[in-house]
């Protein structure tokens, strides 16, 4: 009976298990090939400005695609512990902020780019590419302090997020230090921002973030984000979260698809011509590699042994 079941689940993994869906649709990007620096960046402008952002009450249910870790909990990058049991775990519908006295509490919807920063931006209110699930009392903690590198913390979350004064670059004022597993995910999360908004960012108000369409950033930032983005690459989260947000907006991250981009606009390559035939998008680096092609097999016969074994 073992050996009929057996057979029958490397048939079925043969024949209808299909890949994960989530690559870089055809052409999407071609405005951008041959461009270098400010006019590459605005081209990816125009390739990803006007998401089709959703109301901002319903966040709630968009986190439940976008942000859901392996134990279908809220995946906060406040409160993760990459390297094993996190303090607390939240649950999408029954952990929302209301009113929170301490960390653990409830999660709330925060925007990496402080609301105090763009006011009056309606798509910004919404755009899920800077709004993510953190919880509340991390995210008040945070305030509208740009994110920067803490020298002796003020204060610190359960999973090592600080706050402290900076300690890079010539700007001294207090920060907000994610832990170095998600540093790479906000430097992508602001390259896109002063990108999908560059035609707004003379009005932004911040130490960080704004002034000039090109580059969008004090020399501080740019070359803290720069620097995060090289030492925390782009992760399977990050690109299966840009494919959701896709499905719901229509935009995407650039520098989570290609993020040797981030060079060609800001980095190294500048003042050279992007091409985008040389490039592998970050779906074929990540998510079809032969270990996540492997676990993904792996997890289908698992779902498939516990129904037919039952």
């Known amino acids: 009976m073992k050996y009929i079941i057996n057979s029958i689940l490397v048939v079925f993994l043969l024949f209808y298990v299909s890949p994960l869906h989530a690559q870089v649709p055809e052409g999407f990007y071609l405005s951008a090939d041959g461009k270098s620096g400010a006019e590459l960046k605005t081209a990816l402008f125009n390739t990803i400005k006007n998401p089709k952002v959703i109301a901002y009450s319903k966040l709630w249910e968009a986190f439940a695609n976008t942000d859901v870790s392996k134990n279908n909990k809220v995946w906060d990058m406040y409160s993760d512990n990459p390297y094993g049991v996190a303090d607390y775990y939240y649950d999408f519908r029954n952990n929302r902020c209301g009113t929170f006295k301490k960390e653990g509490d409830c999660f709330n919807r925060e925007h990496m780019?402080?609301?105090?920063?763009?006011?009056?931006?309606?798509?910004?209110?919404?755009d899920l590419f800077h709004l993510f699930p953190t919880d509340g009392y991390v995210n008040n903690r945070r305030s509208n302090h740009p994110f920067g590198e803490v020298g002796i913390a003020s204060w610190e979350s359960t999973n090592g997020?600080?706050?402290?004064?900076?300690?890079?670059?010539?700007?001294?004022?207090?920060?907000?230090?994610?832990?170095?597993e998600y540093k790479g995910d906000v430097a992508r999360t602001y390259f896109y921002l002063v990108t999908a908004y560059e035609d707004v960012l003379d009005s932004w108000q911040s130490d960080q973030v704004g002034g000039d369409t090109y580059p969008?950033?004090?020399?501080?930032?740019?070359e803290l984000l720069l620097k995060w983005h090289r030492e925390d690459p782009v992760s399977i989260k990050e690109v299966r979260r840009n494919e959701e947000v896709y499905r719901i907006q229509g935009n995407r991250n650039p520098y989570i698809d290609y993020p040797d981009l981030t060079e060609y606009v800001w980095g190294v390559l500048?003042?050279?011509?992007?091409?985008?035939?040389?490039?592998?998008d970050s779906f074929y680096l990540i998510e079809y590699s032969p270990f996540e092609r492997w676990l993904y097999k792996q997890q289908w016969i698992d779902n498939l042994k516990e129904y037919f074994y039952k």
């Open 113 to 126: 780019l402080p609301r105090s920063w763009f006011r009056g931006n309606k798509l910004l209110e919404s």
């Open 216 to 222: 969008g950033f004090s020399d501080w930032s740019l």
């Open 161 to 180: 997020s600080k706050v402290g004064q900076n300690t890079f670059g010539n700007y001294t004022k207090t920060v907000f230090e994610p832990i170095d």
């Open 270 to 280: 500048y003042d050279e011509a992007f091409n985008i035939n040389r490039l592998s």
